[in-house]
């Protein structure tokens, strides 16, 4: 029987990858450097966020026409992990990566392509995980996690329950209502709430997995949020911005702790607790100075020039004039007390300590 992702791709017994040069697996400069990361790109995704950095090998429509996304067997990630991980140096004369991130696009499109991934995880050799730290982050929206029940997500992981190494699932939280959700994923209303709240759902999921299979665990990070660049108006002479989601109901930016649902309330609550003495009283959240130091970083707002629920700051640098909403600079310090940067160097670091 053909396995169907909510997008309608076909996975049997390929995966979609983005390649660099042709080879699925390379390294990258992420958290300290040397040594930087391993890291694979899946292709695809069931969502179609506006400010994902990935958008040409994620959103549906440019990932089918993307010359460097090809189909793998899964034979043949398995072959290409692991002569990577056998005969290529580490930088820097390191006896090992930061750690093995797979991101994507979405790796988890359906249940078989999350089968896929586990049967991949099971064929690294233990003498080969320390190489990449004995780490690894899976980076998901969550949804199929939320979707699928917890009992039949903890049978899913269990061939890993005595692997050496520990895999954290990042799920990455698109809003903090379902409102918020359908905007930055260009999701139909129709489906809107019912994705939004299975992301959320999957954090307790995989909580309940973590008790039972403690190497196998779960962070979450709030996906697409403010920027400091736009807000603070002392930062109006650099010309690095960002668009800023906020909600025009409300005139206040996305993430506000004033808009938050019950749901979002309560994994932030669930998460803090959790990572505490890692992280403090705070949630990890990407995008609060990502185009300041990665140039890369929400290309895909190019996508969006106008859209109402954006306060565009550069916009506002051009035209010399006041922002629209001024309170917008008052909301950023509520904001701010509650998130903090998910910078890799800083959270990853932390993450796998």
Excluded at 49 to 72: D, G, L, M, R
Aim: aromatic residues 16%; contains cysteine.
């Amino acid at each position: 029987m053909k396995q169907f992702s909510l997008f309608g791709e076909e996975i049997t017994k390929t995966l979609k990858f983005k390649v660099d040069n042709g080879k699925i697996v390379t390294n990258a400069e992420c958290g300290p450097t040397p040594p930087g990361e391993v890291v694979i790109r899946s292709a695809f995704c069931n969502l179609r966020c506006i400010p994902c950095f990935a958008y040409n090998y994620s959103w549906h429509e440019k990932a089918k026409k993307n010359k460097k996304v090809i189909c793998v067997s899964l034979d043949r990630l398995v072959d290409e992990f692991l002569t990577f991980m056998s005969r290529i140096p580490i930088p820097g004369n390191k006896s090992s990566y930061n750690w093995f991130r797979i991101l994507g696009g979405e790796p988890f499109l359906n249940k078989k392509s999350l089968e896929h991934y586990v049967y991949f995880l099971m064929k690294i050799p233990e003498d080969i995980s320390p190489r990449f730290n004995n780490s690894i982050l899976i980076q998901t929206n969550g949804i199929l996690l939320g979707i699928i029940d917890k009992d039949e997500l903890k049978a899913v992981f269990s061939p890993l329950k005595d692997k050496p190494f520990k895999v954290v699932i990042e799920i990455s939280i698109k809003g903090s209502n379902p409102e918020e959700f359908k905007i930055i994923t260009q999701t139909h209303a129709s489906v809107a709430k019912k994705f939004y709240e299975a992301h959320m759902i999957a954090c307790e999921n995989m909580e309940y997995v973590h008790t039972h299979i403690s190497n196998i665990d779960w962070t979450a990070v709030a996906g697409f949020g403010i920027g400091v660049t736009n807000l603070i108006v002392g930062n109006y002479k650099r010309k690095e911005y960002i668009k800023t989601f906020y909600h025009p109901a409300t005139n206040k930016p996305f993430y506000h702790p004033d808009c938050w649902d019950d749901r979002f309330e309560s994994i932030y609550g669930l998460h803090v607790e959790k990572y505490k003495i890692k992280f403090g009283d705070k949630f990890p959240m990407f995008g609060i100075e990502d185009r300041l130091r990665w140039k890369f970083a929400l290309c895909g707002l190019k996508n969006c020039k106008e859209h109402e629920c954006f306060y565009d700051g550069y916009k506002v640098y051009k035209e010399q004039s006041k922002p629209r909403i001024v309170e917008l600079e008052q909301y950023l310090e509520d904001i701010l007390r509650k998130f903090f940067f998910g910078d890799p160097t800083y959270y990853y670091t932390r993450l796998f300590r």
